[in-house]
T-cell receptor
């Protein structure tokens, strides 16, 4: 079974600064996907970024980038130039490849961006 | 209009009542999911369906049932609601090609 661990329950960052959210996972699979989802106070779950394990290049989406360390089973999210709208819960998630794949979520981290 | 629509958005009910949460999607995806979110626990999978004739239990299916009425509709029922089923419930659909799940806005359920 896969597990996803987000050990920091909450973090705070000053507006315009950079923050990194940590995530580790455990799996015996070699091919899989990793995701970061954002849940703002509106409670909508929004996909932030997606990484395919077979790709060595780290995924980026505008101000969001990941540091994917496959051997260490680590998948951290870096938010650059933090904005007030980045205030939200962030969930790391794992999915195996294949017909019966399902998402496994971490417990989430609450990020607060201070003005 | 939202691609994944959940109704109702909020619901308060009493212990022992039967309640149904509905989900519809316009994304044309075959795969649909129901999750439950509790504070500090992330999202846990209740049931999932890979097509109209396929229903599977997730991690926490006890006390819940589902119905896949059509490709676009997947409903979750609580036959006899209990207070520890108070939670935020999400429906999601999946794009098999990209393996990305898209979520509805959630239903906040309170069982008194």
């Amino acid at each position: 079974a896969q597990t996803v661990t987000q050990s920091q329950p909450e973090m705070s960052v000053q507006e315009a600064e950079t923050v990194t959210l940590s995530c580790t996972y455990d799996t015996s699979e070699n091919n899989y996907y990793l995701f970061w989802y954002k849940q703002p106070p509106s409670r909508q779950m929004i996909l932030v970024i997606r990484q395919e394990a077979y790709k060595q290049q780290n995924a980026t989406e505008n101000r969001f980038s990941v540091n994917f360390q496959k051997a260490a089973k680590s998948f951290s999210l870096k938010i650059s130039d933090s904005q007030l709208g980045d205030t939200a819960m962030y969930f790391c998630a794992f999915m195996t490849r294949g017909a019966n794949s399902k998402l496994t979520f971490g417990k989430g981290i609450t990020l607060s961006v201070r003005p | 209009d939202a691609d994944v629509t959940q109704t109702p958005r909020n619901r308060i009910t009493k212990t022992g009542k039967r309640i149904m949460l509905e989900c519809s999607q316009t994304k044309g995806h075959d795969r649909m999911y129901w999750y439950r979110q509790d504070p500090g626990l992330g999202l846990q999978l209740i049931y999932y369906s890979f097509d109209v004739k396929d229903i599977n239990k997730g991690e926490i299916s006890d006390g819940y049932s589902v119905s896949r009425q059509a490709q676009a509709k997947f409903s979750l029922s609580l036959e006899s609601a209990i207070p520890n089923q108070t939670a935020l419930y999400f429906c999601a659909t999946s794009d098999l090609a990209k393996n990305i799940q898209y979520f509805g806005a959630g239903t906040r359920l309170s069982v008194l």
